[in-house]
């Protein structure tokens, strides 16, 4: 179950308004805590993180507030923290394994910690930069290896947005699968025009 | 309502009689619900909880999915809508195709395919996932606990403090022992990963990143550009039995202990330390002074720091700026 979802918490209108300004239609969705959208998939079957960020880069130009670009599949997931101030990646991988050497790995450990840092800082919110250093999917003798969807949960709950959202895209089918999900249509290019005419 | 008049499934026999599941996080039912209810969360599994009684409520204040699959004389079905509407038995599935495989899972009668197996097959039909019958509690978040970090240089204090604006980080540099100083990030800005700055004041002589917290404590050694050794005590590392010993030969080394080679092996290898615990033993073994290592915070470490007569204090400056006053400190010193 693939994951492309938007998550933030500016209001679910100013949102709504942001993906109807934009080239890419999808789903709005109101909810209690935060506001989702689910963009339509890109015209091309494969596409990168690049090319399916744009819409939601689009939304968070608009509404000023920063965002969280959820993406995964069976392989990898990723949390691309978008912010008006730019935007920061956080990836991981189904089978990741970790440097054998205790010093490689303690070394990696901090590097680690000190982007998350970073990324919660352009989040605006730095005081939760050690919660989302510990979103790992290590493998860890004796216990259960965190799957990557629950990993974008855990970012999501970290960062105040709704957790529902991962397991949610549109590339897979039509249906958004959310409560209340509202449909908002990209403008069409002829109507931009106008409204561009109109502002000169 | 028996979806079959006359099938009887018995669940009794290791699965329970109820499953009440919601298409909801314990986190976010913590959030929208109340902590009171997350409590009845008995397992997690991919965005879905099951919960200890029916769900409708929580689902409705989760705005989420939510079934109960009941059994009395046969397996009932019933699935509350987050608008309020409820549907009972194929017609609860809204997973395209859900309805008719319902149909199929309810009415299929043979003696091998067992309760366990039909009740996994209703949920299948459902998109709830199966792992659900098998308790497993939601794993909490981890709590992080702050860590303060600081870098031994094996150099006199003159020589540390000229390096010391290369980490990029505004930092107290503090002498510990003749041959043996300590740079300790104040506050200021951001600090640099500990492993980052022991790389870059690591030339000729070791540089030990060290740092503890509530939850774990740790070293990693730097020889020049490489990575030499590295323990914690705590959370988990890939730590081996050849690895303390690496370690511990290399800590005795370099702080010329050669005596206490195998202490500090055997206290690598200790796993009932407390972090703070593990750190004082440590500093006691490398014969530096006591200066509040493993126990004070990083806010108190900086402090105490611009106590210490002689410490250098070092801004953080970038690029050709730190390395202009790096150059212009080491000809002074």
Not at chain 2, 69 to 87: F, N, W
Not at chain 2, 179 to 194: E, F, I, T, Y
Request: a neutral charge.
């Amino acid at each position: 179950m693939s994951t492309y979802a938007l998550v933030t918490n500016a209001a679910a209108e100013a949102v709504a308004d942001a993906v109807q300004a934009g080239k890419t239609g999808g789903f709005v969705v109101a909810d209690p805590l935060g506001t989702i959208v689910l963009f339509d998939p890109p015209g091309r079957a494969y596409s990168s993180t690049d090319r399916l960020a744009r819409p939601a880069r689009g939304v968070v130009e608009r509404t000023r507030t920063p965002a969280v670009l959820l993406i995964s599949d069976e392989i990898m997931a990723e949390a691309l923290v978008l912010s008006p101030g730019g935007e920061l990646s956080l990836q991981w991988v189904a089978d990741w394994d970790p440097p054998a050497e205790p010093a490689r790995y303690l070394a990696d450990r901090q590097e680690w910690d000190s982007y998350c840092a970073e990324v919660a800082e352009l989040y605006e919110r730095p005081e939760l930069g050690p919660a989302l250093a510990m979103v790992r999917n290590d493998p860890v003798p004796g216990e259960e290896r965190t799957a990557l969807s629950d990993l974008l949960r855990r970012v999501c709950a970290i960062l105040g947005l709704p957790d529902n959202a991962v397991g949610r895209s549109l590339l897979d089918g039509d249906e958004p699968g959310l409560y209340d999900a509202r449909r908002v249509e990209a403008e069409p290019p002829n109507r931009r025009w106008q409204r561009l005419f109109a502002r000169t | 309502m028996d979806l079959r008049p006359g099938l009887s499934v018995d669940l009794r026999a290791g699965l329970g009689v109820e499953l009440f599941a919601v298409r909801a996080t314990a986190h976010r039912i913590a959030t929208l619900a109340g902590p009171e209810a997350a409590t009845g969360v008995i397992a997690e599994h991919d965005g879905w909880s099951r919960l200890r009684r029916d769900p409708r409520e929580i689902g409705a204040v989760t705005r989420s999915a939510a079934y109960a699959l009941i059994h009395q004389s046969g397996v009932r079905i019933t699935g509350y809508h987050p608008d309020g509407s409820v549907a009972e038995g194929p017609g609860a599935a809204t997973m395209a195709g859900g309805a008719a495989l319902l149909r199929q899972v309810l009415a299929h009668d043979e003696p091998r395919y067992t309760p366990a197996a039909r009740l996994a097959d209703v949920c299948r039909a459902l998109g709830v996932p199966p792992e659900l019958l098998v308790d497993r509690p939601p794993r909490r978040l981890p709590i992080p606990a702050p860590r303060t970090a600081v870098v031994l240089v094996g150099l006199d204090l003159a020589a540390a403090a000229a390096d010391a604006v290369l980490t990029r980080q505004s930092s107290w540099t503090v002498p510990l022992t003749p041959q043996w100083s300590m740079q300790v990030w104040d506050g200021a800005g951001r600090a640099a990963p500990g492993t980052s700055a022991a790389y870059v004041l690591a030339g000729r002589n070791p540089a030990v990143a060290l740092w503890w917290s509530a939850r774990e404590a740790g070293l990693v050694v730097v020889h020049g550009s490489k990575l030499v050794a590295g323990h914690q005590w705590g959370d988990w590392a890939p730590i081996t039995p050849e690895s303390t010993a690496a370690a511990g030969r290399v800590l005795a080394a370099d702080f010329a202990v050669p005596d206490q080679a195998l202490s500090l092996t055997a206290l690598l290898r200790r796993r009932d330390l407390a972090p703070a615990q593990a750190v004082a033993s440590l500093v006691a073994l490398l014969r530096l002074p006591d200066a509040g290592l493993g126990r004070l915070s990083a806010s108190a470490l900086a402090s105490w720091s611009a106590t210490v007569p002689g410490a250098v204090r070092t801004p953080q400056l970038s690029g050709l700026a730190a390395i202009r006053h790096a150059v212009r400190e080491a000809r002074e010193a």
